[in-house]
């Protein structure tokens, strides 16, 4: 989520200063030669539209990824790190990269697999001893992700289970 804001700023950050750029250009066209002018805007007009559109892109998928963590089903932290300078030094803030699952779709880190959109949908669910299989996809195509995860206990897979029949009408298959 953190690297998917980021990319949104900075998309937006180009796409500004690429239209203030443009604006000044226009705003100096009379001191400056006409074809001079011409040929900075011909750069500068497309490659803040192109910034633009990009930031559009990442600020949907900033969106979905905010839907699927407000509402979210399962949340697996995969990997925690953390840097230290040395022995003495204090641990700076760690970082983690954590897995979130709901309704809406999936969260990879700084993916998003959106779900009941474009035609995709969650079509299964498989929890087994150390996985969680998501099959996923539409009619013509299917994929599945499998999240791995440590041994869950009994309470747990049926709250997951009860969670996943209650959100989103399928019934996870147990595999043992």
Known sequence: ?????????????????GIAVSLLILAC??????????????V????????????AQEHR???????????QIL???????????????????AETIDIFVSYFGILLDSRVIKFN????????????????????????RVQSARLLQAAIDDEQVKRIVEQFRHETGIVPVIIN
């Not at 500068?44 to 930031?55: N, Y």
């Not at 949340?75 to 803030?93: F, L, M, S």
Request: charged residues 20%; hydrophobic residues 45%; glycine residues 4%.
């Open 44 to 55: 500068s007009l497309p490659a803040s539209a192109c910034m633009a559109a990009l930031w």
């Open 29 to 42: 066209s009379r001191t400056v030669h006409e074809s001079q002018a011409r040929i900075l805007l011909t």
């Open 1 to 17: 989520m953190k690297a998917i804001r980021q990319r949104s700023y900075v998309f937006a950050t180009a796409a500004c200063i």
């Open 75 to 93: 949340h697996i932290r995969t990997a925690t790190i953390c840097d230290t300078a040395g022995a003495a030094a204090e641990p700076e803030e």
């Open 117 to 140: 959109q474009d035609g995709i949908f969650l079509k299964a669910v498989e929890i087994g001893p150390n996985s969680i299989t998501l099959t996923y996809g539409t009619d013509k």
């Open 61 to 71: 998928r900033r969106k979905i990824a905010q839907l699927i963590v407000e509402n």
